[in-house]
């Protein structure tokens, strides 16, 4: 009787732990089913600044959910290291191929500079730096008073629109509370040919920055303005420039004068 009973007690302890044991293992597998998959990704440590150069000591990988794959992550932190960030990047942010200049393109302001592009300074004040205003990344226009050599009245002409500001004075970032600050040269992010415009404005009169909303990228005319032109009408017309036509048509002629013995010859010109 007590061996029945031992073996209806064993009976029932096995199938209450087989019991426990099931449903213990639907819950585990329950949970894994509902956490989310991961790959790992390259972030860094520490706070990076731009121009700052990536190292080893600073990458990490993390774990990110697949299903909301990031596009142009790193996977390896040897794609990374020894690569230029172009912009601020946050402790634990993955790293993306935009935040990096391209590889070999050097640290600091070098590697904000696209292929094909070039920074140009311009010298700047209180006044053409529109009241420290300027900071790198707001967009500008270059406009140049000068005088031509037909007329010495002065004009006004646009000579670059839609400049983007790389640095103002040494700093490649702006300020992060907004402070204008005035400062005494602005770089510009130009293609060759509108470098050399900008630069042989710059000698030939004052440049001026004009401040532009960073979203309009519209360009206007460039005719140039003269000062006749403020008051609303045409002004005195500057004097006429004889050209090398007219000046050939210039006739000379001469007369001779005889009184006795005294000869005496005199030249005049006939003005067309």
């Known amino acids: 009787m007590n061996t029945r009973r031992i073996v209806v007690a064993l009976l029932l302890a096995l199938l ?6 099931f449903v213990l293992a639907r819950r585990v597998m329950r949970h894994a089913a509902g956490r989310p998959q991961t790959q790992p990704y390259v972030s860094v440590k520490k706070p990076v600044l731009p121009g700052e150069m990536l190292t080893t000591d600073n990458l990490a990988l993390i774990d990110w959910p697949v299903n909301s794959s990031l596009q ?12 230029a ?8 942010q993955p790293v993306l191929t935009g935040f ?25 004040n209180e006044v053409i730096g529109v009241a420290g205003f300027l900071y790198p990344g ?9 005088r031509n050599e037909i007329s010495s009245v002065p004009m006004t002409q646009i ?21 204008p600050e005035t400062v005494n040269v602005v770089t510009l992010l130009l ?22 909303n960073s979203a309009d990228h519209d360009t206007v005319a460039d005719a140039p303005l003269d000062l006749r032109e403020l008051s609303g009408g045409k002004g005195q017309a500057p004097a006429p420039i004889r050209s090398a036509e007219t000046a050939t048509r210039l006739r000379s002629y001469n007369v001779e004068t ?8 005199a030249s005049f010109n006939n003005q067309p």
């Open 16 to 21: 209450i732990s087989g019991l426990c044991t």
């Open 72 to 83: 142009g992550g790193f996977a390896r932190v040897d794609e990374v290291a020894g690569r």
């Open 85 to 92: 960030a172009l912009y601020p990047i946050a402790p634990g």
């Open 100 to 124: 990096l200049a391209a590889p070999g393109s050097g640290i600091g302001l070098t590697a904000k500079i696209p292929d094909g592009m070039r920074a140009t300074a311009l010298k700047s």
């Open 138 to 146: 707001s967009h500008v226009d270059v406009l140049v008073t000068y």
């Open 159 to 179: 000579v670059m629109q839609d400049a983007e500001v790389l640095t103002a004075g040494q700093k490649i970032e702006p300020d992060p509370q907004g402070k």
């Open 191 to 212: 293609t060759p040919q509108d470098a050399q415009r900008v630069v042989l404005a710059s000698t030939q009169g004052t440049v001026q920055f004009v401040l532009r």
């Open 258 to 265: 005889i009184a006795g013995d005294k000869r005496q010859v």
